[in-house]
Nanobody, 126 residues
Framework: QVQLVESGGGLVQAGGSLRLSCAAS????????MGWFRQAPGKEREFVSR????????VYADSVKGRFTVFRDNAKNTVYLQMNSLKPEDTAVYYC???????????????????WGQGTQVTVSS
């Protein structure tokens, strides 16, 4: 079992920044690839970003590429999502998730992730 707890969400104006954190406990954090997903009201959960076990490989949804950065600190059992140049369409509940498989395909499939946090709300005002 892996327990995940997100934090760092909030209300920000368009163009602003937020940094989300996801703290893990339980099994060895470095054994898991980590993903970020988001779900806006009335919409399906969508992939945002993924980072490999060691942090060397990252992927992003086209909608956030160039604005969001995912990174991890395995010594602190934490993965982060730095979000810059936020837009109102980024408003959603953001979830982190853990995948025990290094090369899941497709990586954007939420079903590939075994463990999920409770989510943190991000609201971007125009």
């Amino acid at each position: 079992q892996v327990q995940l707890v997100e934090s760092g969400g909030g209300l920000v104006q368009a163009g602003g920044s937020l940094r989300l954190s996801c703290a893990a406990s339980g099994r060895t954090f470095s054994n898991y690839a980590m993903g970020w997903f988001r779900q806006a009201p009335g919409k399906e959960r969508e992939f945002v970003s993924r980072i490999s076990w060691g942090g060397r490989t990252t992927v992003y949804a086209d909608s956030v590429k160039g604005r969001f950065t995912v990174f991890r600190d395995n010594a602190k059992n934490t993965v982060y999502l730095q979000m810059n140049s936020l837009k109102p369409e980024d408003t959603a509940v953001y979830y982190c998730a853990a995948d025990p498989i290094a090369n899941s395909h497709p990586y954007f499939d939420a079903g590939k992730y075994d463990y999920w946090g409770q989510g943190t709300q991000v609201t971007v005002s125009s």
